[in-house]
């Protein structure tokens, strides 16, 4: 998982963070599943005296925020993609429903 986390105080809101790839079975994390109504799920995630060794920092420290951000437009999209097929699908599902019925009606009234 990716951590963003503050490592100096620098003042400014978006500078001396930076990021890390933490493995989720890193001792002193605890993740909660919560689902979404679109069939997707996230976590709320604890850390508790948390280790990382050097190499789990991704760029360069306090650089996190550009790392940030690029990675989030990426998430974003892909995730608006994947609502976006699920609402065509059960569009698709509802109008295939609405003709069974007019056909129903069609075949009652002849």
Known sequence: MWLAARTS??????EGISMFVVPTNTP???RHPI???YDGEFCNT????????????????N???????????TE?????????AKIIRQFEEF?????????KRTTRAA
Do not use: P
């Not at 990382?52 to 420290?61: I, P, T």
């Not at 974003?76 to 976006?84: E, K, N």
């Open 76 to 84: 974003r999209a892909f995730v608006g993609s994947l609502i976006l």
């Open 46 to 61: 604890f850390f508790d005296n948390v280790r990382l060794s050097k190499d789990a920092l991704v760029g360069k420290v």
């Open 35 to 37: 689902k979404t109504m």
């Open 95 to 103: 109008c295939d429903y609405v003709r069974e019925l007019d056909v």
């Open 9 to 14: 105080d620098t003042g400014k809101q978006h």
């Open 63 to 73: 650089r996190g925020w550009e790392v940030l951000t690029g990675s989030l437009g």
């Open 28 to 30: 002193g994390i605890t």
